[in-house]
């Protein structure tokens, strides 16, 4: 198994500003993937982040509201650009490592104002 | 693609009995099938899962059955406890590795 990390835990961000959040694995990882979880709902996969490539999106997720980084086999990072309250929520970080199950991270719970 | 149905939304149970969720999928080459238990404020954590070459696994209080021709799976929590209490996500995992996630229920074991 994997142990995730994410950071920060929560946050209480104005409109037109941007977060990002941290995701750090405890063991090299091949893939980690971006949710987003709106309260009292099911995970929505955001994107695909492989290290050394571009993270791959899923439909009605755009590289210039959520740009992603994975520098290295163990972090990567979700940024929400020009926040508004629809972007309020929570958002998980998962690695998935030889093709096994995936793994959650404890999420971070954004709130916009 | 894959749609995956999960069963019912909300369930209660007194302690010490069984609770049962269940869940379908479409996609008749999904092959791997995990369960989720999400407490209130973290992630969620993998309890118990299956793969298609198998029909049932058991580990200690919690159990997952799996019908490929029925194209449904369950989770069985025998001898519910307090602690149990929390929202549990199945879901369904092609051949792509590809995760399909049902929509959640959430349990409650009322002491």
């Known amino acids: 198994s994997a142990v995730i990390s994410q950071k920060p835990s929560r946050d209480i961000c104005q409109r037109g500003t941007s977060l990002t959040i941290q995701c750090q694995v405890d063991s090299q990882v091949t893939m980690m993937f971006w949710y987003r979880q709106q309260p009292g709902q099911s995970l929505t996969l955001i994107a695909t982040a492989n290290q050394g490539s571009e993270a791959t999106y899923e439909s009605g997720f755009v590289i210039d509201k959520f740009p992603i980084s994975r520098p290295n086999l163990t972090f990567s990072t979700l940024t929400v650009s020009n926040m508004s309250p629809e972007d309020s929520s929570i958002y998980l970080c998962?690695?998935?490592?030889?093709?096994?199950?995936?793994?959650f991270g404890p999420g971070t719970r954004l709130l916009v104002l | 693609g894959e749609n995956v149905e999960q069963h019912p939304s909300t369930l209660s149970v007194q302690e010490g009995d069984s609770a049962v969720i269940k869940c379908t999928y479409s996609d008749s080459a999904s092959n791997y099938f995990p369960w989720y238990k999400q407490e209130l404020g973290k992630g969620p954590q993998l309890i118990i899962d299956?793969?298609?070459?198998?029909g049932e696994k058991k580990d200690q209080r919690i159990a997952v059955t799996l019908n490929k021709t029925a194209k449904h799976f369950s989770l069985h929590i025998t001898e519910t406890q307090p602690e149990d209490s929390a929202v549990y996500f199945c879901a369904g995992v092609n051949t792509g590795n590809q995760f399909y996630f049902g929509t959640g229920t959430s349990l409650t074991v009322i002491p």
């Open positions: 998962s690695a998935e490592s030889n093709r096994e199950t995936q793994y």
């Open positions: 299956i793969r298609s070459n198998v």
